[in-house]
């Protein structure tokens, strides 16, 4: 199963919005996001939130498997 960052940077990819008006929306850095994308850095948990609610994610927990 993907981590949640990869998850956000599959998203980032799939989006069909420019990264810098992603970022804009998000009120990051462009070049956090760049940098992010590129498996430089990482993102704070604040940062990561504002990323996914402007691509359209949440993090939430799975469904319990039914037995």
Do not use: C, W
């Amino acid at each position: 199963m993907p981590s949640p960052h990869d998850t956000l940077r599959a998203a980032l990819v799939l989006d069909r919005r420019p990264v810098r008006q992603i970022a804009r929306q998000a009120k990051v850095p462009h070049s956090v996001l760049i940098r992010f994308a590129n498996r430089q850095r990482g993102m704070s948990a604040p940062t990561f939130d504002r990323v996914a609610n402007v691509l359209g994610y949440e993090l939430r927990p799975r469904q319990a498997a039914a037995s």
